[in-house]
T-cell receptor, first 116, second 112 residues
């Protein structure tokens, strides 16, 4: 069964450093997302990406964050100058289309980021 | 503002003891309501999508139903392996945004 894959599964970084989280969405999907989940809290939307550009972003997704689709398969989230409060599980997700079964968003297993 | 409220926050059941989880929502036009299962330290695993009031979907011991204001996830004769957090997410049809809003989830523990 096709799945969204994410790397790394866990990363520890010093405060102020830059991190890049990587994702390979399901191959025929067209819409890509990043969500995050702080420990014990709900899953929160960060950004959506379609047709090589950001289609929507939340208030959380400020200038510290950026996304990129550098090639035909990878989708990355870059966090510049990390802060302690960026510690969270980051989920990549993808969706095939907006119609019927294609409307379902599938999630990866997550990248756990710890900022120390 | 779209809101999703799940209850109870936590639920403990004995194996075989059936129960229901609730997801109440307020949204300006429902495009879809999703149920996911999340195991500790893992990503949400898709279970069901419901689109209109009266719709029902089943998978093994789980059955999801939808009304105009809430959805229920019924668990029949649960087993310990059903222990997980169950997440509800609502997708609005207005404004062209297809971004689901998640509830806080219900943590289910099934004791053998």
């Amino acid at each position: 069964e096709p799945e969204v894959t994410q790397t790394p599964s866990h990363q520890v970084t010093q405060m102020g450093q830059e991190v890049i989280l990587r994702c390979v969405p399901i191959s025929n999907h067209l819409y890509f997302y990043w969500y995050r989940q702080i420990l014990g809290q709900k899953v929160e939307f960060l950004v959506s990406f379609y047709n090589n550009e950001i289609s929507e972003k939340s208030e959380i997704f400020d200038d510290q964050f950026s996304v990129e689709r550098p090639d035909g398969s990878n989708f990355t989230l870059k966090i510049r100058s990390t802060k302690l409060e960026d510690s969270a599980m980051y989920f990549c997700a993808s969706r095939e289309s907006g119609q019927g079964a294609g409307n379902t968003i599938y999630f990866g297993e997550g990248s756990w980021l710890t900022v120390v | 503002e779209d809101q999703v409220t799940q209850s109870p926050e936590a639920l403990r059941l004995q194996e075989g003891e059936s129960s229901s989880l609730n997801c109440s929502y307020t949204v300006s036009g429902l495009r879809g309501l999703f149920w996911y299962r999340q195991d500790p330290g893992k990503g949400p695993e898709f279970l069901f999508t419901l689109y209109s009031a009266g719709e029902e979907k089943e998978k093994e011991r789980l059955k999801a139903t939808l009304t105009k204001k809430e959805s229920f996830l019924h668990i029949t004769a649960p087993k310990p392996e059903d222990s997980a957090t169950y997440l509800c997410a609502v997708q609005a049809s207005s404004g062209g945004s297809y971004i689901p809003t998640f509830g806080r989830g219900t943590s289910l523990i099934v004791h053998p």
